[in-house]
């Protein structure tokens, strides 16, 4: 009994480490883009990401059959199609966040947890009363968050907002590979390289490539592709063997406050009584929303391991 609890409480210690390091990673993007474009900082951070999960990668296939499960043509589709929609969440992502701040870009982001079960609709899937609540309550603090008294919406509050979408379709596709026993350290690694590959081509047609530039921003970039992907992932794949689902989806969740204090603390940034009440409804929805998602999986017959709650995105 007291291992078992001795386990719980560690696994969600390093949950908890990983909504930290995904919350300041929104930091880092903002200060990455004060030396280079948003697609170059994404072509790099996600293909050095990729190369830190290869040592996880060689240590599961190690302990795997020499044939991936799934096939090849499954994986490589698989990792195509969620590159596709990781690049156009992140690439939305990148540049919003040139025109707003870390703390309202992570809650904006956060948004995903409340979306995914409403897309999931789409695929007749049945969505909770509570998820529906949820959404209500998130919607109303994203409107005190980013629509001004004259009802408009900033540049880049909009283009993350739409990123979220992205984002959220992610999650879906990514737990629909996972049904079909596709390895999600190989998955994962094949995203992240179809991401950095396409974000680095858009960055050469558009943008400016210096390498002082790259140089400049070089601990942003580590932060984004060693700690936000190759450690953090490795933590949540670990963390969420012995951790409870509701807990997990909690401590999670807490990225989005990490981004607001992170914003705080490093970059000066400051929200109004009216951006400080749209962020907490904003949070209580998303935890009624997940909660409830976690509530009616827990409900359903045992089935193979679905997806992580949260994938690493967001920052």
Known sequence: MMLAMSKRLKAEFLLLVTAVIWGFAFVAQRIGMEHVGPFSYNG??????????????????????????????????????????????ASLQQVGIVYTTAGKAGFITGLYVVLVPLL?????????????????????????????????????????LVGALFWAGHVLVIGWLSGRHI????????????????????AIVIEPIALQALEAAMMPILYGGLLSVGVAYTLQVVAQRDAP?????????LETVFAVLGGWWLLQESLSDRGLLGCALMFAGMLLSQLAAVRAASAKPAAPPAAPLAVDNRG
């Open 44 to 89: 790099v951070r996600f293909l050095l990401g990729a190369a830190s999960l290869l040592p996880l990668l060689l240590i599961a296939r190690r302990s795997a059959a020499d044939r991936p499960a799934g096939g090849w043509r499954s994986i490589a589709g698989g990792g195509l199609l969620a590159g596709l929609l990781l690049f156009a969440g």
């Open 120 to 160: 999931g609709l789409l695929w007749g899937q049945r969505t909770p009363w509570a998820t529906w609540a949820g959404a209500v309550i998130a919607m109303l603090g994203l409107y005190l968050l980013t629509v001004t008294d004259n009802f408009t919406l900033a540049k880049g509050d909009g283009l993350v």
């Open 183 to 202: 390895e999600p350290v190989l998955l994962a690694c094949l995203q992240f390289i179809v991401c950095g590959a396409l974000s680095l081509i858009v």
């Open 245 to 253: 689902p509701a807990h997990a989806a909690i401590i999670l969740s």
